[in-house]
């Protein structure tokens, strides 16, 4: 015989004295809530890592949540062959770290094979799409980790933390599942999956807190340093391979950090003097601008630039 | 391109400081100005970023909205996909956020239009406390009763009427009493506020203006309460108020046992491999209640007696931890080698009793597909899916009239009754009294999608409410 459970409340008389969590403790909690959800439930799930603060804080939320077992999945780097240096060594050094294992989706390999096109302006950073589909599709993962964010953008705002992609990658914003209390509707069928994103409610400011908190490493570019950089849509762009003044740009040196980190060509710095991780979280305290507004070029172009790009398969 | 960073000053470090983290929606009907109340909000709390802003004022401008607010329309600041910018309308739910100094916020914006229900629901199925917007010019609509009606099923704790365009209606203390009575008499037709958790504020606002949203406004005079914004720095959250009171609720996510793939880091930074050998833990978010080492617990697996045992470990990423509460993240270790898995439950021992199959629930139906009796479904309760026969669709709740009429379908957007016969036993409880535990998904086994919210009741007879019992 099975049972059930009692309505009466349990008599609890020698109770702790409630204090409660702090808003990063249940934003902690919650995301391991979803991480285990997600490994529980699916067969295949991978870790899409850039070396990025977002994609840092989501590996470290999945080494809490299996400790003091390994990370139980791989991790996906979409390379747009467009990197800063620095970035793709801490991407080797985590990897190596905790063991695990990392699939590239190169976006140069794409190009050159002529399945995608470079695009007038440069920079590669819409081109991710295809490389990330293909890996998903030759790797069969079923669940793909992102450390997406709700406020970073307008579209975001309306993603689900389970979000169902189709045969082609694609986002639904129409038509989406109702995503109720805590939980979580994983079910697919063959040939879709399912995006998930367990830092959903967290913001730039939580991000910091909790990577000052838990003494997190990050790239070095995050914090301030001096740079080659000239100006070009009103942003500070690093001098590098990929991202080289025109005849009338001026190049000079600034003291400088990165809020996002992605294809050099398209990521702009902003001069800072934060050269530690208190002073970046005082300076996201202060800012008036937001990060993808200060330094993606990509998302300027329109108000639906990442909703377009998400609906294609774009995380 | 100087993106303005400004450098340590005493209030910044301060802004940077823990907070807690309080969820709440919003729900209104078409017009009454939501999207401007949560705009002004973001706006007036200085969660609005100047880029942002920008963006919006070069949109409105390209709109010749004329409205106030310096000329910027506050809605679309929530209005996040194209074809909402486009119609001027919220389609789907969208979250937002925001901090003041002492308390960090996430707010469920809920459209009030079409799939008004499924969208309340949804915000509301998470939230501490959610926001009702009226129109002062047009009062109590049957809209009003509907999403009063679905928030008092659901057991939100706290209710916040905002009677908005109060500067529509000349400020008038009158209006705005005649509203309030009106909203009283719908709350004690509800039960609302009368538990004593749930409970009931009106507020005269005007979004537009931003009246009573974030300050006292100096032209209600009339009207000593708080601001919107105090009430929800305020208020307890709902974990403050339950988790307690409760019984120690526990679904098992998964067993963590990583036998000798421990985590090289780990390693690296000092744990011994061979004490960790034979580790074995079970890892979950309590749900409800909490526990201490050595508290007495029951495992509940579906078809089996409860086996209790005594929790021996509580750890959480290489720290042990002398107890733990909702809504934590953590792993249990347990004094007995049972065999437990993803699924089972364990709950504080002495709170279980004898079960069977047959679950009584309301649904709220979220999907366009009609439910008839004798769909096969899947059930979703905390870490266990199991198939279910809907036996019976008992009712359908009339929301104007809170009474129930006779039905036999449920259709998108209908709250009704059914009874389910489930394949495995699950440790259901009474929704009233649990907000997590007694709630469940109603999940399509052809293409997976999420069909109904459950809330689970007592069997008819000896149901608390009666005016829900068929």
Redesign the interface.
């Known amino acids: 015989m099975s049972t059930f459970l009692t309505e009466e409340p349990t008599q609890v008389t020698d109770a702790p004295v409630s204090t409660r969590l702090s808003s990063l403790d249940t934003l902690e909690s919650e995301a391991i809530h979803i991480i285990r959800e997600v490994v529980a439930e699916f067969e295949k799930p991978a870790l899409l890592f850039s070396g990025g603060k977002d994609s840092v804080v989501m590996l470290h939320l999945a080494t809490k949540a299996f400790w003091p077992g390994k990370v139980p999945f791989p991790v996906l780097h979409v390379d747009t062959g467009h990197n800063f240096p620095e970035v793709i060594e801490f991407r080797d050094r985590t990897v190596e770290r905790l063991g695990l294992k990392l699939v590239v989706g190169s976006v140069q390999e794409f190009i050159d094979s002529g399945e995608l096109a470079e695009r007038a302006d440069g920079t590669r950073n819409p081109l991710q799409t295809v490389p990330l589909l293909d890996a998903i599709q030759r790797n069969k993962f079923d669940a793909v980790f992102g450390g997406g964010r709700r406020d970073e953008d307008k579209a975001r705002a309306k993603e689900r933390i389970l979000s169902l992609r189709d045969e082609f990658g694609q986002w639904d914003p129409r038509n989406q599942r109702p995503e109720l209390w805590n939980l979580y509707n994983g079910r697919h069928t063959v040939g879709q999956h399912v995006r998930a994103f367990p830092i959903s409610n967290w913001t730039e400011l939580d991000v910091w807190r909790y990577i000052e908190r838990e003494n997190i490493e990050l790239p070095g570019l995050y914090y301030a340093h001096e740079r080659e950089v000239f100006a070009r849509d009103g942003m500070w762009r690093a001098v590098g391979e990929v991202s080289q003044p025109r005849d009338h740009e001026e190049v000079i040196t600034k003291t400088v950090r990165y809020r996002t980190v992605g294809d050099m060509s398209c990521t702009g710095a902003v001069e800072s003097a934060a050269a530690t991780v208190r002073d970046v979280v005082i300076e996201v305290a202060a800012s008036t601008i937001t990060e993808r507004g200060a330094t993606r070029a990509d998302d300027r172009i329109s108000e639906a630039a990442m909703e377009d790009r998400k609906k294609d398969g774009y995380f | 391109?100087?993106?303005?960073?400004?450098?340590?000053g005493p209030d910044?470090?301060s802004?940077?400081l823990?907070?807690?983290?309080f969820r709440f929606a919003t729900a209104g009907s078409v017009d009454d100005g939501k999207s401007t109340l949560v705009g002004r909000l973001l706006h007036d709390s200085k969660a609005i970023?100047?880029?942002?802003l920008d963006?919006v004022a070069r949109?409105s401008a390209d709109r010749g909205f004329g409205g106030s607010a310096g000329g910027i329309d506050l809605a679309l600041l929530?209005?996040?996909?194209?074809?909402e910018?486009e119609q001027g309308i919220t389609?789907?739910?969208?979250?937002?956020?925001f901090?003041t100094d002492r308390?960090?916020f996430?707010l469920a914006d809920c459209p009030g239009h079409v799939q008004y229900t499924?969208?309340t629901?949804?915000g509301a199925?998470?939230a501490d406390a959610v926001v009702v917007l009226i129109d002062a010019r047009k009062g109590v609509l049957e809209q009003t009763r509907r999403h009063l009606s679905v928030l008092q099923l659901l057991r939100v704790a706290h209710v916040i009427v905002a009677v908005n365009k109060i500067d529509l209606v000349e400020f008038s203390e009158d209006v705005f009493r005649a509203i309030e009575a009106d909203v009283q008499q719908v709350g004690r037709e509800l039960g609302l506020g009368s538990d004593g958790v749930a409970d009931l504020l009106v507020i005269p606002v005007s979004a537009l203006d931003g009246d009573n949203v974030v300050d006292r406004s100096d032209r209600t005079p009339w009207y000593d309460g708080p601001a919107l914004l105090e009430v929800l720095e305020t208020l307890p959250?709902a974990?403050?108020l339950e988790?307690?009171?409760?019984?120690?609720?526990f679904p098992v996510?998964?067993v963590?046992?990583?036998q000798g793939?421990?985590?090289?880091?780990?390693v690296?930074g000092g744990?011994d491999p061979e004490a960790?050998r034979d580790?074995r833990a079970y890892?979950?978010?309590i749900?409800e209640?909490?526990v201490?080492l050595g508290d007495q617990v029951s495992v509940?697996t579906?078809?089996?007696?409860?086996r209790t045992t005594t929790v021996t470990g509580i750890?959480?990423?290489?720290r042990e931890l002398a107890?733990a509460?909702a809504?934590?993240?953590v792993?249990l270790r347990l004094a007995d080698e049972f065999d437990v898995a993803?699924g089972d439950?364990i709950?504080?021992a002495?709170?279980?009793?004898?079960?069977?199959?047959d679950v009584y629930a309301a649904l709220c139906w979220?999907s366009p597909k009609p439910l008839r009796e004798g769909a096969k479904v899947?059930v979703?309760?905390?870490?266990r899916t199991v198939q279910a026969l809907v036996r019976n669709v008992t009712g359908k709740l009339d929301l104007a009239s809170f009474q129930l009429e006779p039905t036999t379908t449920l259709e998108l957007n209908d709250i009704g009754h059914a009874q389910l016969r489930l394949a495995?036993?699950l440790?259901?409880?009474?929704y009233l009294?649990?907000?997590?535990?007694g709630?469940?998904?109603v999940?399509d086994p052809l293409?997976?999608?999420?069909l109904a919210?459950g809330l689970v009741n007592?069997h008819p007879g000896d149901h608390e409410d009666e005016r829900y019992s068929i």
């Open positions: 391109m100087s993106t303005e960073t400004f450098l340590a910044l470090a802004a940077a823990p907070t807690t983290l970023l100047a880029d942002q963006a949109t929530t209005d996040g996909l194209r074809a910018r389609i789907d739910v969208a979250y937002r956020y901090a308390r960090s996430i499924k969208n629901v949804t199925s998470t959250a974990d403050e988790s307690h009171l409760e019984s120690f609720r996510q998964l963590v046992r990583p793939a421990l985590a090289p880091d780990a690296a744990l960790y580790y890892a979950g978010q749900t209640g909490s201490k509940l579906p078809g089996q007696a409860p750890d959480f990423a290489g107890e509460a809504p934590q993240s792993a993803r439950t709950a504080a002495g709170t279980v009793r004898e079960a069977s199959a979220l899947l979703k309760h905390g870490t495995a036993p440790p259901l409880e009474n009294h649990h907000r997590r535990t709630a469940f998904l999940i293409d997976g999608n999420t919210a007592d």
